[in-house]
């Protein structure tokens, strides 16, 4: 008898830390089984939490969770980590007034790549480290120097630019391109993005209802989008079932594209949409190559819109993924996060100049821009 007790209190510890855990992330769990694939699985698992949100936030038992989210939205600009490599490397006005869109869009392929790692194992590390090449000038992030001879150059004019999107905007690529435009350059940014989200699932997170009100009173200029991590999965619409990749998933989403970037566009906003990084795992990659290719089609309809494809400035050789590589100075440079998705703040650096310059174009009303 003795011996079972001490068994007794860790099933009940478990069981009551399992129970805490239902209450304060009942929510969550709702938005887990929301977002789960068409199947039977989400059939299941729907309805049944759901109902358990319900319940818990009918007792006010999600109030930590809620307060919990509003402190992390209100604290996030200050608590918010800098990446010093991609911090000291940003160059805001590197395009001349004299560039074009296509020259500043276009891709950056050149002869000499810069040393890759795919994966984090020791060794491979212990490889890019042996590698003397060095970033290709196309390639290579401004330097503090650069950064500071560029700081005669006109600032933007007083402007709203929206940065809009899932996770690969609200990862990386937003806190960059926040911290890189000082104070004095007039660009006030509007926080659109929500992550977990997709123009695929509307059912989970419905863009064109909820644009509006992400930007509020806000009518910005120019707008800046990446978005479709989320969407290389099976949809339901009505009680049809469309297979991702399928000649009818790609019509529906097709649809879907082009709604959004009507919405994008409405107030007369020129928009620069950011394509899919390469993916570590290689399923996934062929999946999101699919989605760029058919969102990059879909574009070409609207003239204010600009599509760039982000793989020429941090992908590997052909196109590969790569998670680290050697920047000229010989510092080893994590590219993208942990997951093989998202972008790591150094890496998102890498697309900041491209960005900045077709910002510059747009805010003249270049052509093309």
Request: charge should be positive.
């Amino acid at each position: 008898m003795r011996r079972t007790a001490p068994l007794i209190h860790v099933i009940r510890a478990l069981a009551s830390a399992l129970l805490v855990a239902l209450l304060l992330e009942a929510a969550g769990l709702a938005i887990w089984a929301e977002r789960l694939d068409v199947g039977v699985l989400r059939n299941v698992a729907q309805p049944v939490t759901q109902g358990w949100a319900r319940v818990v936030s009918a007792v006010h038992l999600d109030l930590p969770r809620r307060a919990a989210l509003d402190l992390r939205e209100r604290w996030s600009g200050i608590l918010m980590p800098v990446a010093e490599t991609g911090m000291n490397n940003l160059n805001i006005t590197n395009t001349t007034s004299t560039s074009t869109a296509e020259e500043s869009m276009a891709p950056l392929v050149s002869d000499r790549k810069p040393s890759s790692i795919s994966n984090t194992t020791t060794a491979q590390k212990k490889t890019a480290a042996d590698s003397k090449q060095k970033l290709p000038s196309s390639q290579t992030p401004a330097t503090a120097q650069t950064q500071r001879e560029a700081s005669s150059t006109p600032a933007l004019p007083s402007m709203q630019v929206a940065l809009v999107g899932d996770s690969m905007m609200a990862v990386g690529l937003a806190p960059v391109l926040r911290r890189a435009m000082p104070a004095q350059s007039g660009v006030r940014f509007v926080r659109a993005y929500r992550s977990g989200t997709g123009l695929g699932r509307p059912d989970v997170f419905n863009w064109p209802e909820q644009y509006s009100q992400l930007i509020g009173t806000a009518r910005p200029g120019l707008v800046i989008c990446s978005i479709g991590a989320n969407d290389a999965q099976n949809f339901q619409l009505d009680r049809t079932v469309y297979i991702f990749g399928t000649p009818a998933w790609k019509q529906v989403y097709a649809d879907r594209v082009r709604q959004f970037a009507r919405l994008l566009t409405r107030d007369g906003a020129r928009v620069l949409w950011v394509g899919m990084p390469v993916m570590r795992e290689n399923g996934f990659a062929r999946r999101m190559a699919s989605v760029n290719s058919l969102v990059k089609e879909v574009l070409t309809e609207f003239p204010q819109i600009v599509w760039i494809d982000p793989n020429p400035y941090i992908a590997g050789e052909g196109g590969s993924f790569q998670q680290y590589l050697r920047d000229q100075r010989g510092k080893l440079v994590r590219l993208r996060a942990d997951d093989g998705i998202h972008l790591s703040e150094d890496g998102a650096a890498y697309l900041v100049p491209a960005i900045s310059g077709w910002m510059q174009r747009a805010a003249k009303g270049d052509k093309g821009s």
